[in-house]
């Protein structure tokens, strides 16, 4: 039997139904046959809308297209999986997914917008404190510096043991930097030091340390 004959007759048998398209699907990624891999899961999602696999096929048609940079279509994709399966597990995070593959694309208004409004509708929504992260961000991105400040001071407090804490902090001290704020930068820093030794930008807090000591104390520049 040739694979794709294999691929045929496994079709006909329900019970092996999804695990073929797994193994269709996977075979052409290992040749990178990106197209044709994203096509096999969409043909399963489309013939078999209400299996319990669809939605997870929808989350690798997302990832497939997020592999090769086609954000925009990855977004469509986690769109889709959130509306059209909100209950399943796969859908938890595809609002996050959506919004992070807008700000990636620099689709900042239309992220920034939809962040917002999943904030509001959803205070207690499993990924709050990466949403309001990426919001802190988005407000960056289209200069609203004030307002992101504020947003990641935000970040620390609310979520001050969520992983995303210590890069609302490394924000800030990027920010206090660029404003020659060495003050600020500094207290940035050392309460990465201090309360997440343990993250990345924890772990780096001591050598910015190092350099902002052998700095002049200078007052921030403030703009005009």
């Not at 597990?89 to 689709?107: F, G, N």
């Not at 060495?182 to 940035?188: G, P």
Request: aromatic content about 8%; hydrophobic content about 35%; glycine content about 4%.
């Amino acid at each position: 039997d040739t694979a794709e004959r294999r691929f045929d007759k496994a079709l006909l048998d329900e019970t092996r139904l999804a695990e073929a398209y797994v193994r269709h699907a996977e075979t052409l990624k290992t040749i990178h046959d990106s197209d044709n891999t994203i096509k096999a899961y969409r043909r399963f999602v489309e013939r078999h809308p209400k299996a319990s696999e669809a939605p997870g096929f929808l989350r690798r048609i997302g990832e497939t297209y997020i592999a090769l940079k086609a954000l925009g279509s990855a977004a469509d994709a986690f769109k889709e999986l959130a509306e059209s399966y909100p209950g399943a597990p796969e859908a938890a995070t595809a609002h996050l997914s959506r919004i992070t593959c807008l700000y990636q694309s620099e689709a900042y208004e239309q992220a920034y917008e939809e962040g917002a409004a999943l904030c509001a509708a959803q205070p207690g929504h499993p990924n709050a404190a990466d949403l309001l992260l990426l919001r802190g961000l988005t407000e960056a991105a289209l200069k609203m510096d004030d307002q992101a400040a504020e947003t990641m001071r935000e970040v620390e407090t609310r979520y001050a043991s969520s992983t995303v804490a210590p890069q609302a902090l490394l924000w800030r001290a990027g920010r206090a930097l660029s404003s020659q704020d060495y003050t600020e930068a500094r207290n940035c820093f050392q309460a990465l030091a201090d309360r997440y030794p343990q993250s990345d930008a924890g772990q780096r807090a001591p050598e910015y340390l190092d350099r902002l000591s052998k700095m002049p104390r200078v007052e921030p520049r403030h703009e005009s």
